[in-house]
Each structure stands twice: as C-alpha cells, then as structure tokens.
C-alpha cells in the first residue's frame, strides 16, 4: 500500500544518490584514466574521505583526496503534471581536493579526479543497482573548474569542482496527505498511514440507445 502522504523527496536523498553512484563507480574511472594517461593502474590514491555541505569546503581533518558534495539548492521552480506530482532540478557541486607534487602535479591530479566524477556519474546516473527511492530523470554536466584556491597552492594543493543538475520525477504530489493532523501528546505510529483498501465497489449501468445508419 502507499503512504497518505505520497513520494517526499528532499536534497539529501537526491546527494545520497549522487554519493552512492559515486562509492560504486569512482574506482573503475579512475583506473580507466590511469590506463590512458599511462599511470600504473592502481597507483592514485582513492577517495579517504567524504564530506556534505551546501559549500565546497572541508575540515582539516578531513583525510585526502577528500570528497564534497554540496547542494545550494534548486537551479529553477519545480513543475506539476496533470496528477500533481512536481518535478525538481537540484544543483549539485562536487569538488575533490587532493594534494600531490612537485610542479603542480596537484592541479594535474585535479583535473583527472574532476573527470572521474563527471564521467561515472553522468553514465551511471540510473545503475539499477542502486536502490536510492529517487526517480531521476536525467543529470546533466553544467561546468567544471580548477581555480577554487589561489594559484599558489596548485604546486601542492588542488581542487576539482564539477557542477551537476539532478532532475528528479515524483519529488512529492499535490493533492494528498493525511486528513487529520496528530497533534501531541497522542504518540507518533512508527508506521505511515496509508489509504484503506476498497471492500465494496459500486457501479451504475445505464443503456444508451445507438443509433443505425441508415
């Protein structure tokens, strides 16, 4: 049965999809990169860390190359169709910020682990093997760049940003929710209310004449 209150679709869910492509799939890239750039395989180090905010930022200690995942929020107002269900387009940034030398070898690494992201998140975006509740319709790639800290620290230092647009279906439907709040101290049901089901159906039959042609 579904819940009265229909699909609730919120940013973190909508991260949490772009964080669990990325857990499954960012390896694979990465070796895949090594192997055309003709770096041995296995020799970058992966993901150690993996930090959410609504910024591109970090805490110190935050182990490298680090891994953030930032949701500003929507890129334009959500849409309803004819049965009230709105579709959404988050803006998602993704930054890794890795450090590497000597001779700016962190911003070379930058750009590799900023292709990484983009690329195994635009063609996995629908894996089926990811059981995350959000219906996305499709991620689109909007921008990438490298100059999020001063050109100073690319010779040690540096961060990739990629910028990501998730469109998700059924983020919530118009029309439905409970029909009576829960107010305190009643206790709350661990359970969701859902609709009853239909016992009796009822149904009228009328006869309309046809008429022949003639």
Not at 23 to 31: A, G, I, K, Q, V
Not at 36 to 44: I, K
Not at 129 to 148: A, F, S
Request: proline share 9%; with cysteine.
């Amino acid at each position: 049965m579904t819940s009265v209150f229909g699909p609730l679709i919120s940013a973190v869910m909508v991260e949490d999809h772009v964080q669990a492509v990325i857990e499954r799939w960012f390896p694979s890239y990465l070796y895949e990169i090594e192997r055309t750039t003709g770096t041995p395989v296995g020799t970058l180090p992966e993901l150690r860390s993996i930090v959410r905010s609504s910024e591109i930022e970090k805490f110190p200690e935050d182990q490298l190359p680090c891994l953030m995942i930032g949701s500003p929020g929507l890129t334009d107002p959500p849409e309803a169709d004819g049965g009230g269900y709105y579709t959404a387009t988050w803006q998602l940034n993704l930054g890794v910020e890795i450090a590497a030398g000597p001779n700016r070898r962190a911003l070379e690494l930058a750009r590799y682990y900023a292709l990484a992201l983009r690329a195994c998140v635009i063609q996995q975006q629908q894996d089926p093997g990811l059981l995350t509740g959000v219906n996305v319709v499709r991620i689109d790639w909007r921008d990438e760049r490298y100059d999020l800290l001063d050109s100073i620290d690319d010779r040690t230092v540096c961060i990739g940003r990629v910028e990501l647009a998730l469109t998700a279906a059924d983020v919530l439907q118009r029309g439905l929710g409970p029909l009576d709040p829960l107010i305190p101290p009643q206790p709350p049901s661990p359970v969701a209310p859902e609709w009853p089901t239909a016992e009796t159906v009822v149904t009228s039959v009328e006869r309309v004449a046809l008429e022949e042609d003639v």
